[in-house]
């Protein structure tokens, strides 16, 4: 990952986890829904690392939301 995009990869995360509580799950129930280990969710949350389109969509199945609402960092 390119430190130049290190913050957006923290917001995608922060949305993960705000996604993912509003739905009151751990990270190993999400990790369970989505088909990856639990420490990769982790990873996810803290943004460390990137996400395949295949996750990204799952995760917004699985979260009841959107591409674009997972997407929508706030300031």
């Known amino acids: 990952m390119k430190k130049e995009y290190k913050g957006l990869y923290e917001k995608f995360g922060l949305n993960v986890v705000y996604y993912r509580k509003r739905e009151r799950?751990?990270?190993?129930?999400l990790a369970e829904l989505v088909d990856i280990d639990?420490?990769?969710?982790s990873?996810?949350?803290l943004g460390n690392v990137?996400?395949?389109m295949d996750v990204i969509f799952k995760l917004c199945e699985v979260l009841k939301i959107?591409?674009?609402e997972l997407f929508d960092f706030k300031d």
């Open 38 to 41: 639990r420490s990769h969710i």
């Open 25 to 29: 799950m751990t990270q190993l129930q």
């Open 66 to 68: 959107t591409p674009k």
């Open 43 to 45: 990873a996810i949350e």
């Open 50 to 52: 990137g996400v395949s």
